[in-house]
């Protein structure tokens, strides 16, 4: 069945950087396009950043645009999110998902997500 | 960019039916948009995809209680037959020029 797994989270200090892992298994995880969503407490899903497939494309928010960088290694089923210079409003769980098919390339299996906490 | 607009909370009763809405906002009436359930405490779980037309796609293992439809701008959830289980939060969620934006939930109360 298809699982992904995170990790890598914790609690960091505003400035610090962390790196948050995803490993995939039960599908093929190199014909996958891949996402990073984040919940902060009590609110709703705010999409992150996707990778194409084969690492081709790279999208994030605008609101981590040039602080957190996604990437994959197809080798390993692994999916990251290299998160820098982080503030106390990226406190969140952050989950990854695989894309499904079709042009808009939407979740169609999620993570169980790994909380990053930043504070001081 | 496309905004989704959902209610912030519904009820219904156990056995019952309840339709969720999604509205897209202007300029945007034909996207397609995915529904998710989230249980408290739990990861997000895919429901469906739902087209313009109606047509929808729902995930594997999704209930036969789950269903999808469509009018003009709107996108409907409707779950039939409640369950305990089925109380939850709703998003809905779409894609335009490489970005994905998710509808603010709505929060489903069984009563």
């Known amino acids: 069945q298809v699982q992904m797994v995170e990790s890598g989270g914790g609690v960091v200090q505003p400035g610090g950087s962390l790196r948050l892992s995803c490993e995939a298994s039960?599908?093929?995880?190199?014909?996958?396009?891949m996402h990073w969503v984040r919940q902060a407490p009590g609110k709703g899903l705010e999409w992150v950043a996707f990778?194409?497939?084969?690492?081709?494309?790279?999208y994030h928010a605008d609101f981590v645009k040039g602080r957190f960088t996604i990437s994959r290694d197809n080798s390993k089923n692994t999916l990251y999110l290299q998160m820098n210079s982080l503030r106390a409003e990226d406190t969140a769980v952050y989950f990854c998902?695989?894309?499904?098919?079709?042009?808009?390339?939407?979740?169609?299996?999620w993570g169980q997500g790994t909380l990053v906490t930043v504070s001081s | 960019q496309p905004v989704l607009t959902q209610s912030s909370s519904a009820s219904a009763s156990l056995g019952s039916s309840v339709k969720l809405t999604c509205t897209l906002s202007?300029?945007?009436?034909?996207?397609?948009i995915a529904w998710h359930q989230q249980q408290p405490g739990k990861a997000p779980r895919y429901l469906m995809k739902?087209?313009?037309?109606?047509?929808?796609n729902k995930g594997s293992g999704v209930p036969d209680r789950f269903s999808g439809s469509s009018s003009g701008a709107d996108r409907y959830l409707t779950i039939s037959n409640l369950q305990s289980e089925d109380e939850a939060d709703y998003y809905c969620e779409t894609w335009d020029s490489n970005t994905w934006v998710f509808g603010g939930g709505t929060k489903l109360t069984v009563l």
């Open positions: 202007s300029g945007h009436s034909s996207y397609i």
């Open positions: 739902l087209e313009g037309s109606g047509s929808y």
């Open positions: 990778i194409r497939y084969d690492g081709s494309n790279k």
């Open positions: 998902a695989k894309s499904g098919g079709g042009a808009a390339l939407l979740q169609d299996y």
């Open positions: 039960g599908f093929t995880f190199s014909s996958y396009g």
